[in-house]
């Protein structure tokens, strides 16, 4: 395991995070979510090093500040949490994405696997959805987020967006925000006003019917979609909600669907069991 460093074009240097070698002939990029990295979620630590025990690369793949870490106190619990990706910026996903996958490209890797997590999904989502470039050979979609969903059930997200824009307007949109975005995430008002505005990533319109499907139906190769059995932001329909994501591509029938029993939107306590998912969708379709 080590840190790669990644330039994009604004000239911006992401860290990542990379398994394996550059020897190996398939590497598989995964983008993480909003507050996640390799430090805080299981599933990213265990998929890497199984995929590289198994002689395939890993990236994982993290935008702005997504690689640090930042302490915070959550008055909720009473306790002191550390989480990273407090401050991002949705404008430019693409850029981020589209970083990755050339620096892959640029190492020589003959088999290039684009796979997200979360919002990380949406990211590839909008990514594949919108690049002319052919580098990406198969797509890795994992419990995908209907936003506009999302933010109707996550709670206080009116008060966090009522807090963020009196931030912005007294020039201090760099700040952390009192409560935690949707209950769950420090975010500085900046962030939190992009998040809740980035309509480019809202192409996963299933429940709401607010956004888009045509980045889905842009896509041009085919791939899996996971998602646990559990997970909450489906309106209780984890395996339904994935079918209908997948009716938006061009071939649906050529695509999978994989529901990981007992896992939630996180894989809490299922790591495992998502890397060996991931592991047996690589070996299936990469060589």
């Given at each position: 395991?080590?840190?790669?460093?990644?330039?994009?074009?604004?000239?911006?240097?992401?860290?990542?995070?990379?398994?394996?070698?550059?020897s190996m002939d398939t590497l598989i990029?995964?983008?993480?979510?909003?507050?996640?990295?390799?430090?805080?979620?299981?599933?990213?630590?265990?998929?890497?090093?199984?995929?590289?025990?198994?002689?395939?690369?890993c990236i994982i793949?993290?935008?702005?500040?997504?690689?640090?870490c930042f302490a915070y106190s959550d008055l909720s619990v009473g306790k002191q949490k550390i989480t990273g990706v407090f401050n991002d910026?949705?404008?430019?996903?693409?850029?981020?994405?589209?970083?990755?996958?050339?620096?892959?490209?640029?190492?020589?890797?003959?088999?290039?696997?684009?796979a997200g997590h979360s919002l990380g999904s949406n990211k590839i989502i909008h990514y594949l959805g919108s690049t002319e470039d052919d580098f990406v050979d198969y797509f890795i979609v994992s419990s995908p987020v209907d936003l506009a969903y999302w933010f109707k059930v996550m709670p206080n997200i009116s008060d966090c967006i009522k807090k963020a824009k009196e931030f912005v307007n007294e020039n201090r949109g760099d700040e952390i925000l009192p409560y935690l975005f949707g209950g769950f995430s420090p975010m500085t008002a900046k962030t939190a006003?992009?998040?809740?505005?980035?309509?480019?990533l809202m192409n996963c319109p299933i429940i709401s019917k607010e956004g888009e499907g045509d980045s889905l139906n842009n896509i041009k190769i085919n791939g899996s979609f996971v998602i646990g059995e559990k997970d909450s932001l489906t309106e209780d329909d984890p395996k339904g909600f994935l079918?209908?994501?997948?009716?938006?591509t061009k071939n649906p029938d050529k695509n999978e669907v994989i529901v990981v029993p007992g896992a939630s939107h996180i894989f809490y306590g299922k790591d495992k069991e998502y890397a060996q998912t991931i592991l047996k969708i690589v070996k299936e379709n990469a060589f």
């Open positions: 395991m080590e840190i790669i460093r990644v330039n994009t074009k604004r000239g911006l240097e992401l860290k990542g995070i990379m398994f394996g070698n550059y990029i995964i983008m993480s979510g909003i507050c996640s990295n390799i430090f805080q979620n299981d599933l990213l630590l265990t998929t890497g090093q199984l995929l590289n025990e198994n002689n395939i690369a793949g993290h935008s702005m500040d997504a690689f640090s910026d949705f404008n430019v996903v693409y850029e981020d994405v589209e970083s990755y996958v050339k620096y892959a490209k640029c190492s020589g890797f003959k088999n290039i696997i684009l006003l992009e998040f809740y505005n980035a309509r480019n079918e209908k994501i997948n009716l938006y």
